[in-house]
T-cell receptor, first 112, second 114 residues
Framework: QKEVEQNSGPLSVPEGAIASLNCTYSDRGSQSFFWYRQYSGKSPELIMSIYSNGDKEDGRFTAQLNKASQYVSLLIRDSQPSDSATYLCAVSWSGTASKLTFGTGTRLQVTL | GAVVSQHPSRVICKSGTSVKIECRSLDFQATTMFWYRQFPKQSLMLMATSNEGSKATYEQGVEKDKFLINHASLTLSTLTVTSAHPEDSSFYIC??????????FGNGTRLTVT
């Protein structure tokens, strides 16, 4: 069974610090990787997508992918209280984002 | 960007009744939409893939006769929870693809069965 694993947290970081969120996946054939942010009671919103090994930066967010280690991470620089949410890692076993398998999410708390 | 609208946002129904949830792609055509379910403190679980003009594809363990999916047009998919029971209480979320872009999610429907 294809699995996506995340530490449930909570991960607590002070305001202004770097938050590091990690995700591992079971299937080496995975091709597309996504990070979603979900506030309590709301639906997920896309933060980052990454398809090839290495780093991808978008503003304060950096996604890192290592297919050999089956590992994808999300770094949030200059963390803000508004970043407090659950971050979901999602993986697709196709070349598109058609069918996603989600991890259980990591709850991030940014403290003042 | 692509927008997916879901309605209603909340619904409370009595056990044994049916509830219909609508999912619309507002500014793009979606030949494929996806229905997820999320129980409290758990992740999203894919229930089924809705294909315009053909039968939905259900994930293992999801009862197709209980969760009826209709995708009659390129902008609308509906999920009907038939004979709802309290254990069906959950957060139901639809999503759609705009071409090959990443999935966009609707705002979700909080279903409470009493």
């Amino acid at each position: 069974q294809k699995e996506v694993e995340q530490n449930s947290g909570p991960l607590s970081v002070p305001e202004g610090a770097i938050a590091s969120l990690n995700c591992t996946y079971s299937d080496r054939g995975s091709q597309s990787f996504f990070w979603y942010r979900q506030y309590s009671g709301k639906s997920p919103e896309l933060i980052m997508s990454i398809y090839s090994n290495g780093d991808k930066e978008d503003g304060r967010f950096t996604a890192q992918l290592n297919k050999a280690s089956q590992y994808v991470s999300l770094l949030i620089r200059d963390s803000q209280p508004s970043d407090s949410a659950t971050y979901l890692c999602a993986v697709s076993w196709s070349g598109t984002a058609s069918k996603l398998t989600f991890g259980t999410g990591t709850r991030l708390q940014v403290t003042l | 960007g692509a927008v997916v609208s879901q309605h209603p946002s909340r619904v409370i129904c009595k056990s044994g009744t049916s509830v219909k949830i609508e999912c619309r792609s507002l500014d793009f055509q979606a030949t494929t939409m996806f229905w997820y379910r999320q129980f409290p403190k758990q992740s999203l679980m894919l229930m089924a893939t809705s294909n315009e003009g053909s039968k939905a594809t259900y994930e293992q363990g999801v009862e197709k006769d209980k969760f009826l999916i209709n995708h009659a047009s390129l902008t609308l998919s509906t999920l009907t929870v038939t004979s709802a029971h309290p254990e069906d209480s959950s957060f139901y979320i639809c999503s759609a693809m705009d071409g090959n872009s990443p999935l966009h999610f609707g705002n979700g429907t909080r279903l409470t069965v009493t």
